[in-house]
Each structure stands twice: as structure tokens, then as C-alpha cells.
């Protein structure tokens, strides 16, 4: 099958997008879905058969004050090894004594702090997807205890790691945070929690105390889990916990009820020293209930049970009298209410088992043939029947063992129900995501076999498509395939998300890659056939390389690599930032060579470097090099520069790149993005400040102005008056809105959505972008001129860059105006007169989009996405147009300069291949990293920061990927306008 | 034939020389930190870096004036005056400064905090000129023509000039690497701003030394037929 290259190429990131798509759905399952929060459902009245139950209320607390001490990185051998028999004295006698409740809780990955602490107070287990949900705020909107315990009107009171302070802002009535990220300190994080303990112990004005201990975890992290520092920390633990105990216990004769603590860990340390992965050693932790409610006969010591971190949720929430956490799929931990009477427990249990169950309807569609939803069933009905008993005044033996027996069915189905809904949740699909991955790489090894072809002179080459889908190779993949699909459906235990869609569709998938398995085998096969006698043209080609295609080349490489690390992608514009300041260098030093030493050199020596320089155009396959006629591309470019007079146009040329340089520098002042100097004054923050109300305002009409002088140049005219409206709208809309002040109104403090004014400057956008198409469709029926067409794109391009100012921030409109300014300058002074050619000229886009992605603020984490443009003249959320305005206001610099790329190479059309090569080299470059870094990240899924770091780039990677896609298949049907004509 | 031998031999000797003069000038940037802890209280290249950054910048400054001219391939026009020579100086002195000036508005531009810090860039732009604009002034004199036609692809035609192209740009290369370890967050001394770029020039200067009379020595016979 014979393509064209940017046909091709699109087709490759149609697929890709499928591939990162596939892979995204396996890397964040969509895990169970916080229940809207609306009311809170009364509590499930006892279940009675025939009689109606008197119980409706919610049993009352079992413990009058709760003290959660939770050691960060507290493994299980601490305590319950040799560890915590030499160092944890007073713990071991407490158990020894009977006092506490020993087990071993089992933490899911990420084991890293914030997450479990999460499923400590919600008894769900969060999953990033759940992160990204409710974005822009870390502020845990999920059902918890914490917030159960505030609506209760119970007083909570918080010392330790920040992590908490942020997930619950407002709910602690008093606290002091102590920030983590300190590693090397491990004394000074401990002490800020001791010191509040003495005063707190003897205070009565509290019920639930939370201590976080951070010491444990930043002697792992420095020294790992046998170091001789661990021993007096576990010590000094252990001393605390007796503090309190003692305290607790001299208050508890005054009081009615007992007192609850609780020793937990969050996670536990790997034998390295650090958590986040899921080894035995990081997941185990200790968790000790300890009160004098439990106090048992001495000498029955036996070895913790194992039990799941997210049954704390639901036992510490009965313990409190408070309603289970809606999202939880923790169970009570049984001893902690067995001394109660049996009524009691009964109804605990049935309380538990309700809210299990109730999740599972809510996130299972056949929850009826579930075993644990049908042994609940079964309880129920035995609990109803105990109830009717016993309010008959039944006191009977046969009470007593139809009791236990309903218990034991409870505890069966609260078992069954926990672990069939912990199972739904939030766990690498890895089939899936190899299954993405493999169609993503297939993608990029093809694009990457076939670049040779694709830049080549006609941009068309011969795909071996037909051949190879009926080869055995073909036949044989797919079936291979579809019998380890069959395999890994059958026996996988958890549900994937291929599994769970249509077998066709499976097929299908199998077929794809085994496709392009094909093609690219064949391909291969073809390249080695043909490398052979090419060798010698091949080395000569590759020393034409101008410093330009090194740099270009290096360029691409070191980004590639630097998504390696987290701290490369939290400052990922220092990386692109770089790559532009020495790409503008290598420019300057090219201009300057160019009018230096093409004069005073012998002229030998500049003719054979233009020749090496267009020779390089069609880089390894000179064969098929149709000399583009010199002289008319030299005659073309002297014509345009006769309108200046020659002196000023060279130094105007070598002044260029300098004054791109000076713009980058300026812009890179206005947003301060990243983690490590994010909080360093930039002038953003200095213009939105109120007091810089005016200057923001001259600001902004100063760039509305550029704006329009900067684009009208290459309006039509009926664009160019709309555009002005447009503009002058967009200042309108910002006035309306309260951003800037109108020079008539200066205290105008009635501020209104400017809903009006946004959707004039919608219908002038429209109207543009109308405009650009009729007159596309004009260049396309009529076969008029070229011109006609490059003038409908370039009012396409006006029109989205008026979009871009009216949703841009105003004091971002800068931004904007100075990629026009690059845009023109570059246009002018580089591209042309330098004659690069289109691949060339398209990286150069490419890299100077990423810039300006992140010169707008733009960074790889959620929290600088700015969802406000989503509501711009949009009476309320309305998802369609809000999430499109949203993804254009987050991507305008690559957008934009994508399509000033199709622009600018139609309007110039010396060559008519230049659109494909384009197409080609953008889809190229762009799935270069993406494939990358999906390999990457699997790789990396058990690293700290994965949720943190590596998760947030990974959403924008299939963002911009998607995006990529469309503006290739943009291009391409820009290009075939032109193919249809002769 | 024999003047082609001749002239071989010469190039030999010629690279000989040059590796001598490179591996003095390692020997001492080796030696600037160690020696200074002899004269100085705490000195260390690490954390008393700026005072390093002037006794390395200096000490590389006098070697390649005192060694460059006295092995200096073709000694300037020998009729020149005194004056003559007294401007040639005060033009190197010029071009001197306006590299530095021109390093530190690269610098800048790249990212280099404009106000704060000043002293820092200054400095590391200084030691980037020693590295790269003084070995130029020394062997081609101030003279722009030449160092642009020295700095182009295939312009360089003789051993000096070679040496001159390839320490340049492994210094330039060194420096440009050395901003790369910064935003990682190790939090490690030598992160801090200038240090590392510094180093990364030092680095990329010794190894541009080390490396150029090994590849001229391998390349000599196209040398010297690109000279003819
Ligand atoms: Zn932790
Ligand atoms: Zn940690």
C-alpha cells in the first residue's frame, strides 16, 4: 500500500493515541468511586423478622477518648520481633499483660504516607485517579473518620507530619505540623510532637488525639532498617507510649467509659531503608489496639493476626459511635468488640456488613451472585430471627448458640464482602498496560524505521501492508495472542480492562499488533536489504550533519533521558528552557557564518557548504534527490529582503537571535513554575497582586494592541476588523470580570461573570475561524490560487490565537505576544533567508511550543492547571466545551505554534512535500518521548514518587499525545486540499 | 618528498610541543587546589569556590600568555613597532573584557539570576573566557576575521588552530553539561550555582587538552594536507 509520509504518520498517532489510551486505563483502573457526599443515609435499623426493631439509632461508643499514635515506617518486626522485646519494653508488657490487641495490618502499594493515611481514615484505598478527580485540592473530600468525628461534634487534636494538616484543613481544633521533607533531622520532627504531649495528657477538652512520629521513617530513609539509631528511636517510642498509657489510665477511674490507643504504622521500611514498593517488609506494619476494655488472662500470648490496614476505618469508627466511612471496605476487627453483649456485636457487625454491602452494589453490576453479598443475606435473616427471640424474653441455651452461629455468618461475610471489594480497587493492570505499552512502541519503532522514506523527496513511500497481513507470521501472532489472551482472562483473579470488553474487540486489538509486528518485521527485512549497498552513501550523508541537526539530535536524546529522573520532570522547563537558549545560540552562530564568511571565505568554500546544506535536506537518500533548482529559491529570497535596505536587513539578521534570547529571558521572569524555585517572586505574581491593579491593566491593553499589530499584518480585511472587536472584547471581558480596570470606571466593584462579553469575542472567533475555512474550501473547489488557502490558514491561525488571548490569564497575554513576536522574527530573519528545511523548521517548532507551554506556567504537576478557563462565558459547568477550553487554555504555546508551523510552510510552498515532512516530524518527535516514558514509568510504578511525579507527566503526556494526533490529522487535511488539485 | 617529510616532521615536533604545553597547563589547574591550602586558612574548591574560581582563572591566564608566546608557531610580524605591540595588548585587554561581559549575558540568559549572585556569574563567566578567549588571543592575536574562520566547520588548518577549536568547545561543552546536575534535588555542594558549571568547564577544558594532540596526532596526515 503506498502512503504519503504525514498520511502515514497520522495514522501511526491515531493508533498511538488508542495505545496510550489502552495503557492510561491499566495504570489508573478506575477504582471505587466516592458516593456523593449529599446526605448522610440514617444508620440501617436492626434487621427484625416480623416485629420492628426499637434499635434505629446508632449504638453509642464503646471509648471515650481515642489516641491514634502512628509511627511513620513502623515495621512489624519492631514490635513484634526481636527488635521490640529488646527495645520496646512497656509494649511487650502490655501484650504480654492482655492490655492490647496485636496485629499485623497489611498496607496496598504505594506504600507511601500520604495514600495511607488516606485509607487509615476512609478505609478505602486511594488510587491516583481518585487524586486527579478532585485536583487542585489535596483536601480529602471522601467520606472519613476525621470528618464523621467533626460532624459529631468530637474534638480532634493533631500533632506530627503536615500530610494531615493538608488533607484535613479545618477539622483538627488545635494542631502543630511538622514538615517531612527534612530527611537528615530526626530528632528535632519528634520532639515538635513530644513537647505538646505533657500539656495535652492533662487537658479534658478533647476526644480523638493524633500523633504522627516522623523520626523512624527519616532513619530509614538515611540509614536503613539495622542501623544502631533505630534501637534508642523504637526506645524513646516506647516510652511515649507508656507516657500516655499511664496517663490514660490514671483518668480512666473517674470515667464511665475506657480509653482507646491505638500503635499503627503507616508503612512499613524496606531492608534498603526506603518504602513504596509492595515487599513483604514495606507492607507489613504493626497495629496495636490497647485499652482496659480488652484486658484478658494472662499467658495467652498468641502471634498477631494478619489483618488489613483499612480495617481500622471501621473498628475506630464503631469504637467512637460514629457511621462507617461510606467508601470503607475495612472490617471490624472482631476483638475489639467480643466483650460486648451480644445484641451489641450482632449489631455492629450487621452495621458493618450494611455499608459493605451497599458499596458493592453501587460498584458491581451482578453484586446479587457475589458470595459474600449472599452469605450477608443469609445473616441477616438469622439476625432477624435472633432479634425476634430475644425481644420475645428468650433467654435460652438456644439463644446463646444461635447467637454465636449468626456471628460466625457475619464474620464469614464480612470477609467474603471485604475481600471482593478490595479486590476491584486500584491495582496495576499489567495486562493492559503491556498491552499499551506494545501498541505505543510498535508505533515509534515504525515511525523511526521508516524516517528515511518519509523525508525523502516525494514524502511517499511503499508500505508492505497487504503482503505481510496475509503472511503465516501474521496468522500465527494472532492466534498466539489470542490464546494468552483467553489464558490471562480465564485465571487472572482481578477484573482487566481488556478482559472485560467484547471478544471482537479483543480480536481486533490481537490483530492490530500482530499487524504491525508484521510490517515492522517486513520493513526491517527491507532496510537490511537495501543498507548493504547504501553503506558508503549512508556514512557520507551522515557527515553532512550541520551542527543544527546535532544539536537538534542531542537535543531530543538528553530530554528523553532527563524523564528519567523526578526532579527532571518537576522542572521540566529548565530542560526546554536550556534546549531553546542553545538552540537560538547555534542560529546566531549560523547567521553569523552565514554573512561572515560567505563573502570573505573563497567563494568555493561557501558554495560547497550551501550544497552540503540542501544536500543534508533529503539526509540519507541522495538517490532519490531531485535538485531543487537553486537559483529561484536564491531569486525568491534576495526579493523579499529588497524592501529593506541591505545593511539594515544584516544586522537586523545577527541581531535576531539575541533578541529571541532577551524575549525567553523576559518570559521565563513572568511565571516561576517547577517545585524547587516555584517560590522564588515572579512577575506574575507581582501583576495579579491587587495593588498592581493598574499596571496589569496598561499591561493588558499594551498587549491586546501588539496582539492585533502583530497578526493583521496577514488578516484579510474583514478578518482584521473582527479581530480588533475581538480584542477589544477580550479587554472588556477581563474588565467585566474584575482582572483590570477600565480607564472611566476606577472603583467599579461590582464584578459579574462577563458572560456577555466572552461569548462577543466567541462569535468574532467563530466568525475568523469561519472565514479561514471558506476560504479553504474555496482553494479546494475552485483551484484558485495557493495563496487563497495559506490566507484561510492564516485566518484559522488568527482566529485561535484571539481564542488564546481571551483565555489566557492577563498577565499571561505576554506570553502570547511574544510568541507572535518570535514567530515573525523567525519567519523573517531565520527560516527564510537560512532556507532550513521543513524538518528542521518543524523541530524548531516543536521545542519552542514545549517552551511555551511551560512559559504560560504551565508545569508537570495538576496544581498548576488552570481550570478557570473553563468557565469563560459559560453560565455553569457544562462538561463538553469546558474540558475543551480547559485542554486549548493548558496547551496554547505547542497549539499555537503547530499551527503557525502549517502556516508558515503553506504560505511558503517551495516544495510540496514540506507539509508532509512536517506532519511526519512533529508525529515523530512527539512519540518519541511518550513511548519512552511509558516504558519508563511501568518500570518506575513502585517508586516513591509515582504518584506524586511520575503519574501528573503521564496524563500530560496522553494529553499532549491526543493533541499531537489531531494537529497531524489537521495537517494532513490541509495537505490533501492540495493533493486533489493536480 | 623530502619536504613533504620535512614538513611531517616538523608537525611532529609541532605536536609534540603542544602536548607538553597541555599537559603543564592540567598539571597546574591540578595544582591550584592544592596548593592555595598551603597560604590559605580553609581553603577548599568547594566551599571557599569563588577564591579557587580566581587563582585557577589566573594561574591558566599566565601559563597560556608565558607559554603560548614563547612557543608561539609563527611570531608576529617582526617589524612591528612598540606601539604597535602596546595596541595589539590593549586590544587583547578589551576583547578580554568584552568576552566576559558577552559570557555573562549568555549566562544571564540562560537563566542566571540577573541581580543576585552577580559576583558568582561574573566570575564564572571570567574563568570561561580564560578557558576559551584568552588561548585565542594569544595565538591569533585580536583579530575576529581569524577566529571566525578558525571556528567554522573545516576552517581550522593547523595544529593550534585544531587544539584551539577543540578546547573551546570541550570547555563550552563542559560548562553547558555542568548546568544539568542543578535542578536535581541531592541537595549536594557542588550543586549550588555557579559550582557545578564551573567544574563542568574545568572538566570539559582538561579534557579538550588531554584529548586535542591525541586526535591531532591521529588525524596529522589530513592536517597536512588541508594546510597545503
Ligand atoms: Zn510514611
Ligand atoms: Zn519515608
Known amino acids: ?982 | 618528498m623530502g619536504e613533504r617529510l620535512q614538513g611531517s616532521t616538523m608537525k611532529d615536533a609541532d605536536i609534540k610541543r603542544l602536548f607538553y604545553v597541555h599537559i603543564f597547563c592540567i598539571v597546574s589547574i591540578i595544582l591550584t587546589t592544592f596548593i592555595p591550602s598551603f597560604f590559605l586558612e580553609d581553603f577548599s574548591v568547594l566551599e571557599t569556590h569563588l577564591t579557587w574560581l580566581c587563582i585557577c582563572s589566573m594561574c591558566v591566564a599566565i601559563i597560556n600568555v608565558v607559554l603560548y608566546l614563547q612557543v608561539k608557531p609563527n611570531p608576529s610580524s617582526k617589524r612591528s613597532s612598540i606601539f604597535h605591540k602596546i595596541s595589539r595588548l590593549l586590544k587583547s585587554c578589551v576583547y578580554f573584557f568584552i568576552s566576559c561581559l558577552l559570557f555573562h549575558a549568555i549566562i544571564v540568559l540562560y537563566g542566571a539570576p540577573l541581580i543576585e549572585l552577580m559576583l558568582e556569574t561574573f566570575l564564572f563567566a571570567v574563568i570561561l573566557s580564560t578557558f576559551t578567549t584568552l588561548p585565542c588571543l594569544c595565538l591569533l592575536g585580536p583579530n575576529i576575521k581569524a577566529w571566525l574562520r578558525v571556528f567554522t566547520r573545516n576552517g581550522a588548518t593547523s595544529i593550534w588552530d585544531n587544539s584551539l577549536q577543540i578546547t573551546t568547545m570541550s570547555s563550552v561543552i563542559g560548562a553547558w553539561l555542568g548546568a544539568f546536575p542543578i535542578p536535581l534535588d541531592w541537595e549536594r555542594p557542588w550543586q549550588v550555582w555557579p559550582i557545578s558549571c564551573t567544574l563542568g568547564a574545568t572538566f570539559g577544558y582538561m579534557a579538550g587538552l588531554l584529548i586535542s594532540p591525541v586526535w591531532i596526532y591521529r588525524n596529522r596526515k589530513q592536517l597536512t594536507y588541508k594546510s597545503r
Not at chain 1, 388 to 416: C, I, M, P, R
Not at chain 1, 506 to 524: D, F, H, R, T, W
Not at chain 1, 839 to 844: K, P, Y
Request: glycine share 6%.
Open chain 1, 1 to 982: 500500500m503506498r502512503l504519503g509520509s504525514g498520511v502515514f504518520a497520522a495514522c501511526c498517532v491515531v493508533i498511538q493515541v488508542l495505545g496510550v489510551a489502552v495503557f492510561l486505563r491499566g495504570f489508573f483502573p478506575v477504582s471505587l468511586r466516592p458516593v456523593s457526599q449529599v446526605q448522610p443515609q440514617p444508620p440501617a435499623p436492626e434487621p427484625a423478622a416480623g416485629t420492628s426493631s426499637n434499635w434505629t439509632q446508632l449504638p453509642p461508643a464503646i471509648f471515650r477518648k481515642v489516641i491514634i499514635m502512628l509511627v511513620d515506617a513502623l515495621r512489624d518486626d519492631f514490635v513484634f520481633g526481636s527488635k521490640g522485646v529488646q527495645f520496646m519494653p512497656y509494649t511487650k508488657y502490655l501484650m504480654e499483660k492482655g492490655f492490647a490487641h496485636n496485629f499485623i495490618a497489611e498496607a496496598k502499594p504505594p506504600t507511601v504516607t500520604m495514600p495511607r493515611i488516606k485509607a487509615l481514615m476512609t478505609g478505602s484505598i486511594p488510587g491516583f485517579i481518585d487524586v486527579v478527580m478532585n485536583f487542585n485540592s489535596p483536601v480529602l473530600l471522601e467520606d472519613n473518620l476525621i470528618g464523621q468525628a467533626k460532624a459529631a461534634g468530637k474534638r480532634v487534636i493533631f500533632y506530627g507530619d503536615d500530610t494531615w494538616i493538608k488533607l484535613f484543613p479545618k477539622h483538627f481544633v488545635e494542631y502543630d505540623g511538622t514538615t517531612s521533607f527534612f530527611v537528615p533531622d530526626f530528632k528535632e520532627v519528634d520532639d515538635n510532637v513530644t513537647r505538646h504531649l505533657d500539656t495535652v495528657l492533662k487537658r479534658e477538652d478533647w476526644d480523638i488525639l493524633i500523633l504522627h512520629y516522623l523520626g523512624l521513617d527519616h532513619i530509614g530513609h538515611l540509614t536503613g532498617p539495622h542501623s544502631s539509631l533505630i534501637g534508642p528511636k523504637l526506645k524513646e517510642m516506647d516510652y511515649i507510649l507508656k507516657k500516655i498509657h499511664i496517663s490514660l489510665l490514671s483518668k480512666e477511674k473517674e470515667a464511665s467509659l475506657p480509653h482507646l490507643l491505638v500503635l499503627c504504622g503507616d508503612h512499613g521500611m524496606s531492608e534498603a531503608g526506603g518504602h513504596g514498593a509492595s515487599s513483604v517488609e514495606e507492607v507489613s506494619t504493626p497495629l496495636l489496639l490497647i485499652s482496659s476494655a480488652f484486658h484478658r488472662k494472662m499467658g495467652n500470648l498468641q502471634p498477631p493476626k494478619h489483618v488489613q490496614q483499612t480495617d481500622l476505618a471501621a473498628t475506630l469508627a464503631v469504637g467512637l459511635g460514629l457511621p462507617i466511612p461510606k467508601n470503607s471496605v475495612g472490617s471490624i476487627l472482631y476483638p475489639v468488640v467480643e466483650k460486648r453483649t451480644m445484641r451489641e456485636q450482632l449489631r455492629f457487625l450487621h452495621l458493618n456488613s450494611v455499608q459493605l454491602s451497599r458499596l458493592l452494589q453501587e460498584n458491581v453490576p451482578m453484586y446479587e451472585k457475589d458470595p459474600g453479598f449472599q452469605q450477608f443475606k443469609v445473616s441477616e435473616k438469622l439476625h432477624g430471627n435472633w432479634i425476634k427471640l430475644y425481644l420475645e424474653g428468650n433467654n435460652s441455651e438456644v439463644l446463646l448458640n444461635l447467637g454465636k452461629k449468626v456471628l460466625k455468618q457475619y464474620l464469614d461475610a464480612l470477609k467474603t464482602l471485604s475481600m471482593s471489594l478490595s479486590k476491584q480497587v486500584a491495582q496495576y493492570d499489567m495486562y493492559s498496560m503491556m498491552v499499551g505499552a506494545i501498541i505505543v512502541l510498535e508505533i515509534t519503532i515504525l515511525l523511526l524505521l521508516s524516517t528515511p522514506k518519509a523525508l525523502c523527496q516525494n514524502a511517499a513511500f511503499e508500505i508492505p501492508l497487504s503482503s505481510s497481513s496475509f503472511s503465516l507470521l501474521f496468522y500465527l501472532m494472532v492466534l498466539i495472542l489470542s490464546a494468552v489472551h483467553v489464558i490471562i482472562c480465564t485465571s487472572a483473579e482481578r477484573t482487566c480492562f481488556l478482559c472485560s470488553i467484547s471478544w471482537l474487540m479483543a480480536v481486533g486489538v490481537m490483530m492490530l499488533i500482530s499487524a504491525l509486528l508484521c510490517v515492522i518485521v517486513a520493513l526491517l527485512t527491507k532496510t537490511f536489504e537495501n543498507v548493504r549497498p547504501s553503506a558508503q552513501n549512508l556514512a557520507a550523508s551522515s557527515s553532512g550533519w550541520s551542527e543544527l541537526d546535532l544539536l537538534i539530535l542531542f537535543g531530543t536524546l538528553g530530554h528523553v533521558l532527563s524523564l528519567g529522573a523526578s526532579s527532571f520532570i518537576e522542572e521540566e522547563h529548565q530542560t526546554w528552557y536550556f534546549l531553546i537558549n542553545t538552540l537560538c545560540l547555534a542560529l546566531g552562530h549560523e547567521v553569523f557564518r552565514n554573512h561572515f564568511l560567505g563573502k570573505d571565505l573563497d567563494h568555493n568554500l561557501a558554495v560547497e557548504q550551501n550544497i552540503k546544506k540542501n544536500a543534508k535536506n533529503v539526509l540519507q537518500y541522495k538517490n532519490d534527490y531531485v535538485d531543487v533548482p537553486e537559483t529561484s529559491k536564491i531569486y525568491k529570497a534576495s526579493s523579499s529582503m529588497e524592501l529593506l535596505p541591505k545593511v539594515y536587513e544584516k544586522w537586523l539578521q545577527l541581531a535576531s537571535p539575541w533578541f529571541i534570547l532577551i524575549c525567553c529571558r523576559l518570559l521565563r521572569t513572568l511565571n516561576q513554575t517547577g517545585v524547587q524555585w516555584a517560590h522564588r517572586l515572579d512577575f506574575g505574581h507581582w501583576l495579579t497582586s491587587s495593588d498592581h491593579k493598574i499596571e496589569l491593566s496598561v499591561l493588558t491593553c499594551l498587549s491586546l494592541i501588539m496582539i492585533f499589530v502583530l497578526v493583521q499584518r496577514r488578516c484579510s480585511s474583514v478578518s482584521k476588523v473582527a479581530m480588533a472587536l475581538g480584542l477589544l472584547g477580550v479587554f472588556c471581558y477581563r474588565a467585566a470580570i474584575g482582572n483590570v480596570l477600565l480607564p472611566w470606571q476606577r472603583d467599579r466593584k461590582s464584578i459579574s461573570k462577563g458572560i456577555i462579553e466572552a461569548r462577543f469575542v466567541y462569535v468574532f472567533v467563530l466568525g475568523i475561524l469561519f472565514t479561514g475555512i471558506k476560504d479553504l474550501l474555496k482553494s479546494q473547489i475552485i483551484f484558485a490560487d495557493v495563496s487563497i488557502k495559506s490566507l484561510g490558514l492564516w485566518d484559522i491561525y488568527n482566529g485561535l490565537v484571539l481564542l488564546a488571548a481571551l483565555l489566557l490569564r492577563p498577565h499571561n497575554l505576554p506570553v502570547l505576544v511574544f510568541s507572535l513576536l518570535i514567530q515573525a522574527v523567525m519567519t523573517k530573519f531565520i527560516w527564510k533567508p537560512l532556507k532550513h528545511d521543513a524538518a528542521q523548521v518543524t523541530i524548531m517548532h516543536y521545542w519552542f511550543g514545549q517552551a511555551f507551554f511551560y512559559f504560560q506556567g504551565n508545569s508537570n504537576n495538576i496544581a498548576t492547571l488552570d481550570i478557570s478557563a473553563g468557565f469563560v462565558g459559560l453560565e455553569s459547568f457544562i462538561e463538553v466545551p469546558a474540558l475543551f477550553l480547559t485542554v486549548f487554555a493548558t496547551y496554547i504555546g505547542p497549539i499555537l505554534w503547530a499551527i503557525h508551523l502549517l502556516s508558515f510552510l503553506s504560505s511558503e510552498n517551495n516544495r510540496s512535500s514540506a507539509i508532509s515532512h512536517a506532519s511526519f516530524c512533529y508525529a515523530l518527535i512527539c512519540s518519541i518521548p511518550v513511548s519512552a516514558y511509558i516504558i519508563l514509568v511501568t518500570s518506575l510504578r513502585y517508586h516513591l514518587f509515582i504518584w506524586s511525579v511520575f503519574s501528573p507527566k503521564l496524563l500530560y503526556e496522553g494529553v499532549h499525545l491526543f493533541i499531537t494526533a489531531t494537529i497531524c490529522v489537521f495537517f494532513i487535511v490541509m495537505d490533501q486540499t492540495n493533493l486533489i488539485k493536480p
